[in-house]
T-cell receptor, first 114, second 111 residues
Framework: ETGVTQSPTHLIKTRGQQVTLRCSSQ?????VSWYQQALGQGPQFIFQ???????GRGNFPPRFSGLQFPNYSSELNVNALELDDSALYLC?????????????FGPGTRLTVL | GDSVTQMEGPVTLSEEAFLTINCTYT??????LFWYVQYPGEGLQLLLK?????DKGSNKGFEATYRKETTSFHLEKGSVQVSDSAVYFC??????????FGTGTSLTVIP
């Protein structure tokens, strides 16, 4: 069974640029969630994708957008990067279910905005 | 809204000491509760969970009991090891399986 993978591992961008982060969900999982973890903080929910549709969004501006593909992999896009976007971005996959289920996390992408 | 509040860190303990990390929650209904652990340079891993009141989750010597009356889910371990050094996060999901995480408690265990 393959776990959640993310790419790239590290990324350095400058303010105003755009970035795309990628995530492959764990085998059999159809739901992907993205989180932003600033240094020394807990992960903050950005949004979730289920069946290629956005299925909930946290308190993040529209310049944070995403996609989910038919194979359940996902992308997180951030436009007009700001210094405060520097963080570890975590992807988590799960099975959509009426009951609360465990989320399986990838190792994250460390984004640095200069 | 739903939230979790975790005890502030960092926590430094000697090997074989007793560990408690406090977590309280605010939620509508009775969600499952989780503890995740993050080792240096890695993503989050599920440590343990409890799905209903009075349930006790346990794993790798860690335990936490879901206390509805005190809205708490404190993490405990009787004898910590150097390898337990990590950041610990309490978490709860809302109705959309979207997780709220605490701010994390950093644990350092010294030999």
């Amino acid at each position: 069974e393959t776990g959640v993978t993310q790419s790239p591992t590290h990324l350095i961008k400058t303010r105003g640029q755009q970035v795309t982060l990628r995530c492959s969900s764990q085998s059999g999982h159809n739901t992907v969630s993205w989180y932003q973890q600033a240094l020394g903080q807990g992960p903050q929910f950005i949004f979730q994708y289920y069946r290629e549709e956005e299925n909930g969004r946290g308190n993040f501006p529209p310049r944070f957008s995403g996609l989910q593909f038919p194979n359940y992999s996902s992308e997180l896009n951030v436009n007009a990067l700001e210094l405060d976007d520097s963080a570890l971005y975590l992807c988590a996959s799960s099975l959509e279910s009426p009951s609360y289920t465990e989320q399986f996390f990838g190792p994250g992408t460390r984004l640095t905005v200069l | 809204g739903d939230s979790v509040t975790q005890m502030e860190g960092p926590v430094t303990l000697s090997e074989e000491a007793f560990l408690t990390i406090n977590c309280t929650y605010t939620a509508t209904g009775y969600p499952s509760l989780f503890w995740y652990v993050q080792y240096p340079g890695e993503g989050l891993q599920l440590l343990l969970k409890a799905t209903k009141a009075d349930d006790k989750g346990s794993n790798k010597g860690f335990e936490a009991t879901y206390r509805k009356e005190t809205t708490s889910f404190h993490l405990e371990k009787g004898s910590v090891q150097v390898s337990d050094s990590a950041v610990y996060f309490c978490a709860l999901p809302n109705t959309g399986n979207q997780f709220y995480f605490g701010t994390g408690t950093s644990l350092t265990v010294i030999p």
